[in-house]
Structure formats: C-alpha cells, structure tokens
C-alpha cells in the first residue's frame, strides 16, 4: 500500500492572500524561562489549572533545570482562516440553506462521505479562466473509460499547483462551472477537488465578466449550486500527478472539527493497494 500525500503546506505562502500569524514558544521557553515558569504563569493557564499544578508541586518551582537537556516542550498559537491550505468547504460555505434545509457546518459533515474510491479527471490542457463544463466531465471520463459511481470523490487535475508559491496561483487557474457540477453531484458524488486556489474560476476573472455584463449567475457557480443540491468541495489539492491511476484508489480527507464552521483543514491522501486496477 501506499499513501501519497496531496495536501500543501500550511504557512504563510505568496499564493494565499489571507495571511497566517504565528506565535511561537521555543523549548528553550526564552530569555523568561526560570524566572517566569510558562506553566505556572499567569497567561497560559487559567486559574484553576494554576491551582491544580501548584498542588502537585507544592511550594517548589520548575525550573528549566528540572527537564531532560534542561529542554522543555514547544507550543504554537496559529491564527489562520479555516479556508487556508488543503480544506474542504463544507455546505454552510456556500449559504445557510441547502436544499431548502439548514446547510451542514463542516462538523456535521458525514465522515462516510470523506473517505471513498476516488476518480482523477485530467484538465491540465484547460487555460487559466476557462469554465469545465459537464461535456468536458463527459469526455474526461470517456478518456479514462469510466462512469461515475455514487459517493465517489472526484478530482480535478489542472495542473496548477505546479504555480504553488507564486501570486500566479491564485490569479491563473481554470474553474468548474455549474453543469460541471451539477453533472457530478446529481450521480450521488458528495465532494469534489481542485488543485485550484478555488473550484470557481480565480476571483479577478469572475469580478471582471460581472462587472461587463452584470450577470450574476458567473459569480462563484460552483459554489453557489451548493444551495440547490448538497455537496462539498476540496481546494488547494496538490500532487494529483503522483496517483498513479485514474481510479482504482481510495481517496481520504477527514476534516478538523471545528464547531458549527463553513470549513476546515484537511490532510487529503490518495491510498493506492500495489497492483490493482489501472
Ligand atoms: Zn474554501
């Protein structure tokens, strides 16, 4: 067996405007370690927890001396959005009803839905600005010999994570229109993928055809069709070359369960059983 993983990097990159702030607390706990135990100290722990630890410890105070290699352990805080690296969009995202009913939060998500037999769609030909529609769907499967089976998680390969870490990425990518996707989720797929800043076309290309001719519908289509039929969709895939067949491979992506969110972080991973089906 084999594990690939697809997701990218989660740190502040020139391809994600929404930026990443990082607080960081060495092992060396700083020029404050000793003097100021971090955890006793006032600001990392709430009072009762202060109460609790100072009981153990009686009057004696930890010092860096009282750890192996006199090296304590680390801590990060990350202050990040929930749409920042490899994420899955959660219904919620796209409105608060879906089908008419109160649209999922990422937690409310069915886990049964987020690990399945995945399908690769090659769009690496598609220009940046350019809208897949459902007979590109049609013709990529027929490539490949397939037929969309329910539950199945299907991933777009354009290619344009090859743009990870430039401005490129974000500004340069193909989308998925509405009968692209309408195509996929009304033969039972739940989540599609992108290797895409966004499944939509990149934000500048959708503003600019709507202010020239004010049409609302060529404004995020993808994930506004998430109104009208339930599904989720994953961006900033990476890697989808690396799967070594179209189908034939399980496709993994639980999300972090943020409470009553339109989204979260994922660690996507193709599972690939040596010699299978091509
Ligand atoms: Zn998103």
Redesign the pocket.
Known sequence: MEIIDLSVDVASNPSEPMPIKLKVQPHSGGSKFGRRVMFLGKRSLSAKIRAIVNYISGKERITKKSFPNEEFINEETISLSV?TGT?L?APY?YGRQSEGRKARTIDEVPLEWCFGNGVVLNFAEAEPGYEINSSDIENALATIDYTIQEKDIVLLRTGTDKKWGTPRYFFEAPGLGKSGVEYLVSRGVKIIGTDCY?LDCPFPIMLNKYYKTRDKTVLWPAHFYGREKEYCHI?RLCNLDKIPKSHGFKFCCFPIKLKSLG?AWIRAVAIVEKGGSQ
């Open positions: 749409h994420h969009d995202h966004s961006e989204a």
